[in-house]
Nanobody
C-alpha cells in the first residue's frame, strides 16, 4: 500500500493563501498505468467533500465552491502533488486530505462530485483554518 503524507496546513486570514503538499511513499504513482490524484476536505459534522482532482491526461476537475481559487498539480518530484489555495474564505476551514486512485474513472466522479470510495490511498489530513 502507498502511504500519503500531507503538509502545509495552518491558519490564515480570509483572502490569504496556502499551499498543501502530498508526498507518496511506498509507490510511484507516475508509473501506474493510470491514476487520479485528488484532494478532499471535511468540515466538522459534515461528510468528506471532493475539492479537486487531476488525471493522467492532465485534465482537472474542481468543486464549484473552489473554482478559480484552488489549483491542483503534480509537483517537480513527480511522486507528489500540491493544492494551491488562494483567496481563502472562512468556509474553506476544514481538514484536508490527499487521495490517490489507480482508476482513471475516479477523476470523473459523479453528478454530486468526486466519490471518496473510488480512492484507495489516503493521507492522514492537514488542518486548514481561515478566519
Amino acid at each position: 500500500h502507498v502511504q500519503l503524507v500531507e503538509s502545509g496546513g495552518g491558519s490564515v486570514q480570509a483572502g490569504g493563501s496556502l499551499r498543501l503538499s502530498c508526498l507518496a511513499f511506498g509507490g510511484t504513482y507516475s508509473t501506474y498505468r493510470t491514476y487520479c490524484l485528488a484532494w478532499f476536505r471535511q468540515r466538522p459534522g459534515k461528510e468528506r467533500e471532493g475539492v479537486a482532482a487531476i488525471g493522467m491526461d492532465g485534465r482537472t476537475r474542481y468543486a464549484d465552491s473552489v473554482k478559480g481559487r484552488f489549483t491542483i498539480s503534480p509537483d517537480n518530484a513527480k511522486n507528489s502533488q500540491t493544492l494551491q489555495m488562494n483567496s481563502l474564505k472562512p468556509e474553506d476551514t476544514a481538514m484536508y486530505y490527499c487521495a490517490v486512485s489507480h482508476y482513471a474513472y475516479a477523476c470523473r466522479g459523479g453528478r454530486n462530485g468526486l466519490g471518496a470510495a473510488d480512492f484507495g490511498y489516503w493521507g492522514q489530513g492537514t488542518q486548514v483554518t481561515v478566519s
